[in-house]
Structures are given as structure tokens and as C-alpha cells.
């Protein structure tokens, strides 16, 4: 095994070294400290990653970071993005360093073509903006070039190594489903629409409230349209959809109408429910009994999930094997 890493020098990172990739933000106050404007991140052999390539990796998670954090936690999670983005980056070389030695070559016309696709999608074909997009982030076309040169590498050689290696047989994924079939269980659920009353505070107005709701009960046993209905008279929250629930389980019924719901038939219509301050009149529109769904439901989603795993072995391996053939030093 030729990899090593070695530990040189800790070179603090303020916040102020990374606020240059966030619109309008003014670097805090700082004591005088010493730090390298760029350096060495890494080596994978004779690759040099420099501090500044890291911190442009980084920069798109930047914004959300100094959202989420601030104090000390921020400047460890700065230090993990850090750490992550050099991670990536040596991952990188290593791939590029087995590209290059197993004589890969992007030829020039495939690197053209797929920069005219980035144009095409990305810049809706204006060049133009394109090339103002570079001037913004101070590179010059040839690097631009090198830059897409090597990520079509490494997309080559992940393919390779990693993506057509992943197999996944219909066994495991039957084994998948039986050992975790608890993920798979639909509970219990009810689809119900309801009419409501406010009961009022005197014994007159509650008498009046239900009269009303026989008659409405009365018309709907009738024959009229529950949601029209509903529509029409229902003091309740649900008024303007006809008074119709989506999908819930019974648990997360309101207690009063729990009973009413699991014995009331599909499509009947319920008696007067009486609570403390409302009435209530119920139909059941859909029961949904308890259960799995079906393997072949979900065959494909479980195969997707096990292929991804599969891959994300596979590349751990991977990348472990090019890490013993190569040497790599970190710097701190």
C-alpha cells in the first residue's frame, strides 16, 4: 500500500474566506491572523489540489449553510463542507489517474459538441451569455474545456466500474419485500363527507338547530346531493368542498366520529350526531381495508433503491482499491 496522509500545518478558516460566494455579504470583523490566500488541499501524486479549487466546489452549499448556522456550530459545519468538497475532489483525481493510466482519451470533438449542448440547454443557445457566465467566474474557454474534458472522464469511468457492474437479480429483490414488508402495509382509511350545525347557546336556538338538521337529513335520504347540500347549509370548515374529507385513518378522525365511521355503510347516509356544540350528519363515500401493497406495485421502486445501494458499494470499493495504489497527502 503506497497511501499516506500527513498532517503539516492547521491554517484556521475565518468566515470571512468564504463570504465572497454570497450575494451582498459584508465580511465580519476579524483579529489579524495569519492565512494562506491559496495553498495545498491535497496531493494525489503529482495532482495538486489547492485550497481554492475547495472552496469553489463548496461554494453552492454555502448560501444554505450560513442560513441554517451561526457562532461555532458555523464554522464546523464550514469545516465539514471543507472537508467533504476535498473529499470529492481527491475522489476525482484518483478516477482521473486510473483514467489516464489505462490510456483514456476524450477527443476534442466530444468536448465541443457536449459545451454546444450546455449552451443549447442551460444559455437556450446564446453564446453570449455563455461566455459572460465565464468571464464571471474568471475562467477562459480552454479551461472551461479541460474542465468538461475531465468530467466526462470521470462519468466514463464511473459507467465503467461502477453503474454497468450493479446488478440487482428478482430474488433480491423479492427478499427485499418480504424482509421489509412493513413498509409496504396500507393501513385502515376512510374517505367521509359531513354536514355540520352549530347547536347555538339557548335550548330555543338548539331546538330550531335540530329541526334543521332532520329536514336536512330528511332531503338527503330523498334523494339530494350530499356535496350540493353540504355546500348550502354546513356551518363546518369543509363547507365549500361539500363537506368531503380526503383519505384518513380512522385514528386521525375527530373522537365523536370514530364509532359512526367504522360501521357506518359505504354511501348511507348516518343519524343525527350530537356533540356538545354541533351536530353532525355523515356518509361514508370510501372505505379502504387494511394491507400490503401488491409486489408488483412496488417491484420497480425497490429494484431502483437496491441498484443505488448496489452502486454506492460498489464505488466505496472502488475508490478504497485507488486509494491503496496511489499516494495521497492531505494538508491541514
Known amino acids: 500500500m503506497r497511501s499516506a496522509c500527513q498532517l503539516l500545518l492547521f491554517v484556521a478558516l475565518p468566515l470571512s474566506a468564504f463570504s465572497q460566494f454570497l ?25 495538486v489540489i489547492t485550497r481554492g479549487e475547495v472552496r469553489e466546489a463548496m461554494a453552492p452549499v454555502l448560501p444554505e449553510i450560513y442560513r441554517q448556522f451561526q457562532g461555532p456550530q458555523l464554522e464546523e459545519e464550514l469545516q465539514k463542507a471543507f472537508n467533504k468538497a476535498r473529499e470529492d475532489l481527491i475522489e476525482r483525481a484518483l478516477i482521473m489517474e486510473a483514467f489516464e493510466e489505462r490510456g483514456g482519451m ?22 453570449a451569455m455563455f461566455e459572460q457566465q465565464l468571464a464571471e467566474q474568471k475562467k477562459t474557454r480552454e479551461e472551461y474545456a479541460d474542465m468538461i474534458r475531465e468530467q466526462m472522464a470521470v462519468g466514463m469511468m464511473i459507467n465503467e466500474e461502477v453503474s454497468r457492474r450493479a446488478r440487482v437479480t428478482p430474488e433480491q429483490i423479492r427478499e427485499a419485500y418480504e424482509s421489509n414488508k412493513e413498509a409496504y402495509f396500507i393501513p385502515e382509511k376512510v374517505k367521509y363527507s359531513v354536514i355540520v ?14 329541526e334543521e338538521a332532520r329536514n336536512i337529513r330528511k332531503k338527503l335520504l330523498e334523494g339530494a346531493d350530499f356535496a350540493e347540500t353540504a355546500k348550502a347549509v354546513s356551518e363546518g370548515s369543509r363547507a365549500a368542498e361539500g363537506g368531503a374529507f380526503p383519505w384518513l385513518q380512522p385514528k386521525d378522525v375527530r373522537e365523536e366520529l370514530r364509532e359512526i365511521l367504522r360501521i357506518q355503510p359505504v354511501g348511507e347516509i348516518s343519524e343525527i350526531i350530537e356533540t356538545d356544540t354541533q351536530l353532525y350528519i355523515l356518509k361514508v363515500d370510501a372505505r379502504r381495508q387494511p394491507g400490503y401493497k401488491p409486489f408488483d406495485e412496488v417491484r420497480n421502486d425497490i429494484k431502483t433503491a437496491l441498484t443505488a445501494k448496489e452502486r454506492a458499494r460498489l464505488r466505496a470499493r472502488w475508490i478504497e482499491r485507488l486509494k491503496a495504489d496511489n499516494y495521497i497527502v492531505i494538508y491541514d
Do not use: H
Not at 450575494?23 to 495532482?47: F, H, L, T
Not at 476524450?106 to 453564446?127: A, H, L, S
Not at 350545525?197 to 335540530?210: C, H, I
Open 23 to 47: 450575494p451582498g455579504a459584508q465580511p465580519q470583523p476579524q483579529q489579524p491572523i495569519s492565512i494562506e490566500i491559496d495553498g495545498y488541499a491535497a496531493k494525489v501524486n503529482d495532482r
Open 197 to 210: 350545525l352549530n347547536k347555538g347557546d339557548t335550548p330555543e336556538d338548539q331546538a330550531v338547530k335540530f
Open 106 to 127: 476524450i477527443p476534442d470533438q466530444y468536448v465541443n459538441d457536449e459545451i454546444k449542448r450546455i449552451i443549447n440547454d442551460r444559455f437556450k443557445g446564446d453564446k
